[in-house]
């Protein structure tokens, strides 16, 4: 290995076969090889605020090698005097990130706050923000809530990653939608950061019990190639998916990772995304469109209808994907009870055709035979090349 050129070198130390620990192990090897491994060592880094004195003190000499800095808060609750003091720690360095594109925010109590986002906006690539679970739930609005108005860079990705909340009141933790007053503050928050990034945003990930109150009709969403929603369906509004799909005109990839919590109705009771298709209506919605996945599909919805024939991937699938092995049935349950039955999609699909689909996805119920099902299956997808079922029969 030392023949070979550094170009190589940095080609063969970059492969994903390599872990941090076998880079480790190549620094160890001689002075050329550390300070060709270094930068791939030092790409990633992640601060615990919540620890000691707080210090961001990573060699200076360093900073420029981190491409991806994460925050990791551990579900500790930081206090006024350790969240000034976090920012007063990266504010000297923050700088120096010449080439930290994303900043990933992980298990903060209460939400990042407007000062930290303050900091983080400075960084002079910034460019994918990432919350994870770190809902903005603080007692103190004042602490924690956005101006109307705010000042950020070009983001280009921003995902505000906590699907539902854990209700720990009762005897076992569960799953369930947000309280009201959470919701508001997230929704308040949510506006206003998109707000100050939607002209040059490309991906966004959001929880959908809050897609339809965060983004702003009012505004053009040009930008915008990717929408991920995970989580429950939001309750009706005035404003429905639909309408707010139709504003995102330039859409590659929708994901709607979206199911319903057990306290909800069963799924065909659930109101549909789209209930009738005008004429005039599939010309123009989500024309650019290549990937679409929905879980959850509603008996009655014809959202389906309305996907334009460039459409390549189609996912009709189950929602949550977190089966625990131990309580199988329950899972099992839930998927028979709302997963389409094979005879729905058939229904939907007797009114579509989609030339251009090459991979296709389908968790349903099985309530007609697999031969009327599967050799309907060519008719609908002709280009089709790779086919995934996940079928449920009356004794799972």
Excluded at 244 to 262: A, Q
């Amino acid at each position: 290995p030392q023949e070979l050129n550094d170009d190589v070198l940095r080609e063969v130390f970059a492969t994903q076969e390599l872990t941090l620990e076998d880079r480790l192990q190549v620094s160890l090897v001689s002075h050329r090889f550390r300070t060709l491994v270094r930068p791939l060592i030092f790409s990633q880094c992640t601060w615990y605020p919540w620890i000691g004195d707080c210090s961001f003190n990573l060699p200076q000499t360093l900073w420029a090698y981190i491409r991806v800095l994460n925050f990791d808060g551990e579900m500790r609750i930081l206090d006024s005097h350790r969240r000034r003091f976090m920012v007063w720690q990266l504010e000297p360095a923050i700088r120096g990130l010449t080439a930290a594109h994303t900043f990933t925010l992980t298990a903060m109590r209460g939400g990042l706050w407007p000062e930290l986002l303050d900091t983080i906006a400075a960084a002079p690539v910034l460019r994918h923000l990432i919350i994870k679970h770190m809902p903005w739930d603080g007692d103190d609005r004042d602490v924690y809530d956005f101006p109307p108005t705010l000042r950020l860079p070009p983001i280009r990705e921003l995902a505000y990653i906590c699907p539902y909340v854990i209700d720990e009141s009762r005897h076992r933790p569960f799953k369930t939608r947000r309280p009201p007053h959470m919701l508001e503050s997230e929704v308040h928050n949510l506006r206003a950061v998109l707000r100050a990034c939607h002209s040059s945003l490309e991906s966004l990930m959001l929880p959908a019990e809050l897609i339809l109150r965060s983004l702003d009709a009012s505004l053009r969403w040009t930008s915008l190639r990717e929408l991920r929603l995970q989580g429950y369906w939001p309750y009706p509004a005035e404003v429905s998916l639909y309408s707010v799909l139709r504003l995102l005109s330039n859409l590659r990839i929708v994901s709607l990772r979206c199911g319903y919590p057990d306290e909800d109705s069963p799924l065909g009771d659930m109101n549909p995304i789209v209930s009738s298709v005008l004429s005039t209506q599939s010309d123009m919605f989500l024309r650019k469109l290549q990937t679409f996945e929905l879980a959850s599909l509603v008996p009655s919805d014809r959202i389906l209808s309305l996907l334009p024939p460039g459409l390549q991937k189609l996912s009709v699938i189950a929602y949550p994907f977190d089966i625990d092995v131990n309580s199988w049935s329950a899972q099992a349950y839930r998927y028979t009870t709302n997963t389409c039955c094979a005879s729905d999609l058939l229904n939907i699909f007797s009114g579509v055709h989609y030339p251009a689909v090459t991979r296709l996805e389908l968790w349903y119920r099985a309530d007609v035979s697999d031969a009327d099902f599967l050799l309907r299956l060519p008719e609908v997808f002709p280009s089709l090349h790779y086919l995934e079922v996940h079928r449920f029969t009356p004794y799972d």
